[in-house]
């Protein structure tokens, strides 16, 4: 009853973390704590613009004690920079603790479920109890129903159902079975009913659940190439800036205008990118957090940013366009045959096949044949089904052999055999494939029997998201084992670009391999043992928590809740964090543009009266100008930090579209705010009589 009370309280705990407002009270008071915190030089100096920023306000203050000593200056102006500065950095600094610190209230919650638990750890015929801190990779645990399972691992032996709500949120059960590819299990998970025996595959620290709570603390993060760009940039203009104000002075002497080091330092950090610069680790940060709060554990920030740049999507066609199960709903056998002799053949050579398919079939075959249905021969040999071969079946004692799998792979057996191919097999296998449906040919010895049906049911909606998914100029690729015939069918009704037939692993491989020296990236969704291949060559590899270790292993993402058309939403989160970055840097870098025109008139109008032509908001004094812009350059921060955090609202649309959007919104926004923002801080300065 413990365990079930800890499970509900971390399920609840993880909802409301969920739904925890923007500006939480909480969250406010450790953000803005960590900002202090945050003021550290060496930790400033990752952000070589706020860095900048805050030297000018160290610079500034020394100015101000100096005039507080009887030094000439102007002590109410230069404490008003120095003041407006120091906020300017602080705001900065609590745009990314903010971040921070909503992932951190998402690692509290996980650690809930992370509490210890005991394990009944197997030896040979011995089960001895420990903690699970003392398991180790390879270990094989036996778990029971009302049991929680003590750390990541396969299920070797039983099937039964498991309550993954403390780490998905999600209140349905589902099934973890050995065998196939949903045998994957996650430690802080439930079983509810049977009894599994699992074989751990995570040491200690190195769960999934620890490296979600490493990453949602900013433990892993890394910047990505497209991030790392953007800062050189932002670098080289705030030298270029930096450059340029420090021509100021000598210009300014040369025609008698007095520039005081506040003024100078005032005017640079106006002009720099302070607004991208304050808000880009952020946006990086928050893009995570929205990818784990999808239930997406990505194992580095960059590859939720690349997610943003993909040009094509391969998905397998069963359990990602269609329902995932595909039913044996018929038996077709050739001229000679009895549907009751394929039915018992078929359930023969389906003895070996673990997949839900090959259950089906077996099931069909006992609905067909009633107390005739033939049972399992402990003395037989098993051929197990793989995605290498392609078929299974069965060899008896007594000499017969039965095998069932994909038309190629039949006929490649029974050539083995020396047997001959019926004449009317392509007809019928055709037939079945026009239909929509999956032909799976059956063989007893060397001879053919007939066509198993297996049919598909497409995914609702799966066409409409597709839709959005080229609307983004992304392109759509099935992966099936079928048969071309039957690949069609499918591809036709599911709206998709393309497909590979009769897939194998190394030709999922291939295709990838071909794209990427084409110049495209490409992003792959797989749970299987077969997949991992495939996973590791993609540049977004997601794989399902209900897979094998070998998939998630090779993916650098995983799917909490095994959802396989959860590629369509990484999908929309990665290009969400690249429109935020650029939507904001736009208004950043027009901001910077505005800035400059609104405040160098007023700054030289009285030496040079020819630029008061060039004064186009008729800003009061030299002073008032750069103090307006100072102060507006501070607010505008936090004014900015929910479209940081929350993102830009996503509509799928073309690369040009989103750029067109950018420079009308943000391009014509980030130039007009600041005229009209530093013209009424200007007028409340001239009011007020503080200037």
Not at 161 to 166: P, T
Not at 543 to 556: D, F, I, L, R, V
Not at 582 to 606: E, H, Q, R, W
Not at 627 to 637: D, E, P, Q, R, T
């Amino acid at each position: 009853m413990e365990t079930i009370n800890k499970t509900v309280e971390a399920k609840l705990a993880r909802r409301k973390a969920r739904g925890t407002s923007l500006f939480d009270r909480h969250l406010m008071r450790i953000a803005a704590k960590q900002a202090v915190v945050m003021l550290k030089p060496w930790v400033m100096a990752r952000n070589p613009v706020m860095f900048v920023t805050e030297v000018g306000a160290i610079m500034t203050t020394l100015v101000l004690f100096l005039d507080l000593f009887g030094q000439s200056g102007s002590i109410g102006y230069t404490l008003s920079v120095t003041f407006i500065l120091w906020l300017t950095v602080l705001f900065a600094n609590f745009a990314e603790a903010l971040a921070e610190a909503r992932g951190k209230a998402q690692a509290n919650t996980l650690k809930q479920t992370r509490s210890r638990t005991m394990a009944r750890r197997v030896s040979g015929d011995a089960i001895e109890e420990i903690s699970s801190d003392e398991l180790r990779k390879g270990d094989v645990v036996l778990v029971s129903a009302g049991e929680t399972i003590p750390s990541d691992g396969e299920v070797t032996e039983g099937a039964a159902s498991v309550d993954e709500s403390a780490i998905t949120g999600e209140s349905a059960p589902v099934v973890r079975e050995a065998g196939g590819d949903r045998s994957g299990v996650t430690g802080g998970t439930r079983v509810l009913s049977d009894q599994i025996k699992i074989r751990i595959t995570a040491g200690a620290g190195e769960s999934f659940l620890d490296r979600m709570i490493a990453l949602v603390e900013g433990a892993v993060r890394q910047k990505t190439p497209n991030e790392l760009a953007l800062t050189v940039t932002l670098a080289g203009l705030t030298l270029a800036f930096l450059m340029v104000t420090g021509a100021l002075w000598p210009i300014g002497r040369y025609f008698g205008v007095d520039l005081p080091i506040p003024t100078l330092i005032a005017l640079l950090v106006c002009l720099i990118p302070t607004t991208i610069g304050a808000l880009l680790a952020a946006i990086g940060l928050a893009g995570m957090d929205r990818a784990l709060s999808a239930n997406v554990l990505a194992k580095s920030g960059k590859a939720v940013e690349l997610a943003g740049d993909i040009d094509t999507l391969l998905l397998d066609k069963t359990g990602t366009i269609t329902m995932g199960d595909r039913q044996a709903t018929e038996y077709h056998p050739l001229q000679g045959v009895t549907k009751e002799q394929i039915a018992e053949a078929a359930m023969c050579a389906s003895f070996g096949d673990r997949t839900p398919e090959g259950k089906s079939i077996v099931a069909l075959g006992e609905d067909i044949l009633g107390d005739k249905a033939p049972l399992e021969n402990r003395d037989s040999t098993i051929i197990e089904f793989s995605a290498q071969t392609r078929l299974s079946g069965l060899d008896l004692p007594d000499g017969r052999s039965y095998r069932k799998g994909t038309t190629d792979a039949i006929q490649a057996y029974v050539r083995e055999q020396g047997g001959s191919l019926p004449e009317n097999l392509p007809q019928l296998v055709d037939q079945v494939a026009r239909q929509g449906k999956t032909p799976i040919v059956v063989a007893e010895a060397k001879s053919i029997l007939g066509v198993i049906a297996l049919s598909d049911v497409l995914k609702p909606a799966i066409r409409d998201r597709f839709d959005r998914l080229r609307a983004m100029g992304l392109r759509v690729v099935m992966v099936t084992g079928d048969n071309p015939l039957t690949a069609a069918a499918i591809a036709r009704e599911a709206g998709v670009d393309d497909y590979i037939a009769e897939a194998k692993p190394e030709d999922k491989l291939e295709y990838i391999r071909r794209e990427q020296r084409a110049g495209r990236l490409i992003a792959m969704m797989g749970d299987g043992t077969n997949d991992a291949p495939a996973l590791a060559q993609a540049d977004i590899g997601i794989a399902m928590n209900s897979g094998t270790q070998a998939a998630k292993e090779a993916g650098n993402m995983v799917d909490l809740d095994s959802d396989p058309t959860k590629l369509i939403e990484v999908i929309e989160i990665g290009k969400q964090l690249l429109m935020t970055r650029g939507s904001l840097t736009t208004f950043s870098i027009a901001n910077d543009v505005a800035k400059y025109f609104a405040i160098i008139p007023a700054m030289f109008m009285l030496a040079i009266p020819q630029l008061a032509a060039l004064n186009i908001m008729g800003l009061a004094t030299p002073q008032s100008a750069i103090l307006s812009a100072l102060i507006f350059n501070a607010i505008i921060i936090p004014l900015l930090i929910p479209i940081a955090i929350k993102g830009v609202k996503y509509r799928p649309m073309g690369a040009g579209s989103i750029l067109r959007r950018n420079l009308f919104v943000y391009g014509l926004g980030g130039v007009i705010t600041p005229f009209v923002g530093i013209k009424l801080i200007d007028m409340a300065l001239s009011i007020t009589g503080i200037l």
